[in-house]
């Protein structure tokens, strides 16, 4: 069983960055695989970012490569999303999941935890 709290969100401008965390509990957090995802109103929820559970290898949407990071401490058992020139467009609720079955997803349906969310704003 794993529990995942987002942090981080807020209000931006354009062009700003913002630094999203995700605290998970539980010893084997270094055996998940961790997604970032975003839902807009009156959107599906999207992939934006993974990272594998070995190797730390990542992977991005197209449009969010070159603007958007995502990391991993295993030793505080968390994983990180920094944003970077923010677009009003990135607007959503930011929510973190693990996975254990794969080393990386970007089909949400594969994720077996997940966060509440975080509300990121960019304002024009």
């Known amino acids: 069983q794993v529990q995942l709290v987002e942090s981080g969100g807020g209000l931006v401008q354009a062009g700003g960055s913002l630094r999203l965390f995700c605290a998970a509990s539980g010893r084997t957090f270094s055996a998940y695989a961790m997604g970032w995802f975003r839902q807009a109103p009156g959107k599906e929820r999207e992939f934006v970012a993974s990272i594998s559970w070995i190797a730390g290898h990542t992977y991005y949407a197209d449009s969010m490569k070159g603007r958007f990071t995502i990391s991993r401490d295993n030793a505080k058992n968390t994983v990180y999303l920094q944003m970077n020139n923010l677009k009003p467009e990135d607007t959503a609720v930011y929510y973190c999941?693990?996975?254990?079955?794969?080393?990386?997803?970007?089909?949400?349906?594969?994720?077996?935890?997940w966060g509440q969310g975080t509300q990121v704003t960019v304002s024009s």
């Open positions: 999941a693990a996975v254990r079955r794969v080393i990386w997803s970007s089909r949400s349906d594969e994720y077996d935890y």
